[in-house]
């Protein structure tokens, strides 16, 4: 946990004469960072004909009945 204070995630702390440690202010600043881009809804975009390799695309007609747009 050393490593995680030094950089500053981490706080350490005392309570009720207990030593430990707490999240710092930056490393809750990157937690909500984190939840924000996880978890933020976004415009679903789909694949333009043609965007995907061809070896992708035998592997997937090999398993479907739908033909991608290089064959």
């Known amino acids: 946990m050393s ?4 950089r ?4 350490s702390t005392k309570v009720d004469g207990t030593a430990g440690y707490a999240l710092s202010q930056e490393g809750y600043q990157i937690l909500r960072e984190g939840d924000r881009r996880i978890f933020e809804r976004r415009q679903a975009t789909t694949a333009r004909a043609g965007s ?3 070896s992708a695309c035998r592997r997937r007609n090999a398993t479907s ?3 991608c747009a290089h064959d």
């Open 3 to 6: 490593a995680e204070v030094r």
């Open 8 to 11: 500053g995630l981490l706080a």
């Open 52 to 54: 995907w390799p061809s």
């Open 65 to 67: 009945d739908t033909n």
